[in-house]
T-cell receptor, first 113, second 115 residues
Framework: TQLLEQSPQFLSIQEGENLTVYCNSSSVFSSLQWYRQEPGEGPVLLVTVVTGGEVKKLKRLTFQFGDARKDSSLHITAAQPGDTGLYLCAGPEYGGATNKLIFGTGTLLAVQP | DAGVIQSPRHEVTEMGQEVTLRCKPISGHDYLFWYRQTMMRGLELLIYFNNNVPIDDSGMPEDRFSAKMPNASFSTLKIQPSEPRDSAVYFC?????????????FGEGSRLTVL
């Protein structure tokens, strides 16, 4: 069974601080996605990374896919209260051989004003 | 365009009762997924459909769970009989195409509490 482990599980920081969230696996993924889920809502896609070593930026968020395509990170610069939520990484099972998307364990971020 | 629509948003029922959750995917999406989210296990895939046909139901916990998709615009997830351990948020999601890099669009979820 492929697993996506995220760390940390919980993170509480002050507005303006920087942070990094990690998504790790022992398996190779053909691509990884990052979703953000706010309370009472479903996850919403932030980004998809498909190439080993790829870096994508979305305003204050920077996403990186590991060279070996086994891990990914999300860095937030100058966090704001609106960044609060559950961050989930996700990848296609068995390198995309199926259409199943498996989700990581999640990182719950709270940004205090 | 409307997103994925789920009903009910909240359901409280007693152990042993039948529960039916409903989902209307985004028009034109040919993949539909049912996920369950709990604090202990996170987001788990229960079953998914392609063009209304169930493709993989290996995530369905046991025979008490069943899912149908009678047409492209409607799917149900049924639990009969329900048990307290079924308490969770159930999400329906849809996607277009077969590429695994495609975006999954989630509904707002159905929060189920079984007493």
């Amino acid at each position: 069974t492929q697993l996506l482990e995220q760390s940390p599980q919980f993170l509480s920081i002050q507005e303006g601080e920087n942070l990094t969230v990690y998504c790790n696996s022992s398996s190779v993924f053909s691509s990884l996605q990052w979703y953000r889920q706010e309370p009472g809502e479903g996850p919403v896609l932030l980004v998809t990374v498909v190439t080993g070593g790829e870096v994508k930026k979305l305003k204050r968020l920077t996403f990186q896919f590991g060279d070996a395509r086994k891990d990914s990170s999300l860095h937030i610069t100058a966090a704001q209260p609106g960044d609060t939520g559950l961050y989930l990484c996700a990848g296609p099972e068995y390198g995309g051989a199926t259409n199943k998307l498996i989700f990581g364990t999640g990182t719950l971020l709270a940004v205090q004003p | 365009d409307a997103g994925v629509i789920q009903s009910p948003r909240h359901e409280v029922t007693e152990m042993g009762q039948e529960v039916t959750l409903r989902c209307k995917p985004i028009s034109g999406h040919d993949y539909l997924f049912w996920y369950r989210q709990t604090m202990m296990r996170g987001l788990e895939l229960l079953i998914y459909f392609n063009n209304n046909v169930p493709i993989d139901d290996s995530g369905m916990p046991e025979d008490r769970f069943s899912a149908k998709m009678p047409n492209a615009s409607f799917s149900t997830l049924k639990i009969q009989p329900s048990e307290p351990r079924d308490s969770a948020v159930y999400f329906c999601a849809s996607r277009t195409g077969g590429q695994n890099t495609g975006e999954l669009f989630f509904g707002e979820g159905s929060r189920l509490t079984v007493l």
